[in-house]
């Protein structure tokens, strides 16, 4: 014959130390997906805003040397001139090929000298942090006319474009690095003994001494 029971329910505060950590332990175990919605739409909007073409991007963590965060993508010559100009002062500009920034800009205007895009490419897959891809020169050539003459202008395109390539390297790293931080504070956040309590006690749970949760009067 069947035998009726009555079980006593308790919200989560209700219940020891020792089971609340039990059913904490649980929750971690079962992190669900979506903690990270929210700053992987803000990564491809801030991509966006830098001008990042044929954006993607990939990330792992947060325990091993190899976690981090890299992306693919490419720069048109406005958008990667622009980092430059954000980074560098006019002084450090003359210093990498002599010329301002201006001037540079007029010998795209004049097609003179003719800048092209910029890569990030990936070069591994077996990770995923920041030196998992790398930023290619910027592509260049020299206007029709200036192929016939002014040797100065192909060596400050060969000049400019090799110190141009190593500082989008600096700045790509520190791209990465920022992304990755901001998806690691988010989990941390999100993992917080406090955080999960409030999380808990959102769905007013109950659950059985031991810990099991009951739902809609089944146990879970």
Known sequence: MPVEKTIKLYEFKELTEEVQDGIISNYLQDLPGWWSDDVEERIRNEAISIGIQDFDF???GFWSQGDGLSFTGRLEFKNWFYILTERLTPEEFVNLCGKLPHELVQRQEQNRILWGDCHIARDSHTYCHENTVSVSKP??????NERRGYPSDNEIMIKFGEKAQKCLNEWKNEVCNKWYSDLQEAYEAHVERDN??????GHELLFTSSG???DN???V
């Open 58 to 60: 990939s990330w792992s």
């Open 139 to 144: 592509s260049s050539e020299l206007g029709w």
């Open 217 to 219: 009067g089944e146990l």
């Open 196 to 201: 999960i309590i409030e999380n808990i006690k």
């Open 212 to 214: 099991t949760i009951v």
